[in-house]
């Protein structure tokens, strides 16, 4: 009886490693699973778990772009150490980060483009344990639609 935690522990494990999402050598995802929000990657195409009304996200489902999708990563920038920034300069950052890298990463001006952008940024928490990027996501209008494909140069 002394050991008789191990195969909890075993299966808790199999579990785990069964519903993470998986990637191929190119790092791509080829697998639908469980993944962290901060592990998403330029072009993860991924939904939230817990719907879009939610102010924290930390575990995410991610999907391969040609499974319908909410949502897709196109850029990560990190912002400087210090104290955690107000919303203004979040709000500054995520303008100066996502809306040039769209473009380039849609081949479309956000402007006319049928896309809309949102952004991830670190919590307090987050932000205390090191977290200081800020993803920028492509999505339609409050992903009421899902994307199948990558927009990766879709000129949507």
Request: proline share 4%; net charge negative; hydrophobic share 40%.
């Amino acid at each position: 009886m002394r050991f008789a935690w191990v195969g909890i522990v075993a299966v808790v494990a199999v579990v785990g490693a069964l519903s993470a999402a998986s990637r191929d050598d190119s790092g791509a995802i080829v697998g639908a699973g469980a993944l962290q929000i901060v592990d998403v990657r330029v072009g993860d195409c991924f939904d939230l778990n817990d719907g879009f009304d939610i102010e924290e996200v930390g575990e995410i489902r991610a999907i391969p772009c040609d499974e319908p999708h909410a949502f897709e990563a196109y850029f990560l920038t990190e912002l400087a150490a210090g104290s955690y920034p107000s919303r203004s300069v979040f709000n500054t950052a995520v303008e100066a980060a996502c809306l040039p890298s769209f473009e380039t990463y849609v081949g479309r001006d956000y402007e006319t483009s049928e896309l809309y952008v949102t952004s991830f940024e670190p919590t307090p928490e987050g932000w205390h344990d090191g977290d200081r990027s800020i993803l920028c996501v492509l999505s339609t209008y409050e992903a009421a639609t899902p994307l199948t494909g990558s927009v990766r140069d879709s000129g949507r």
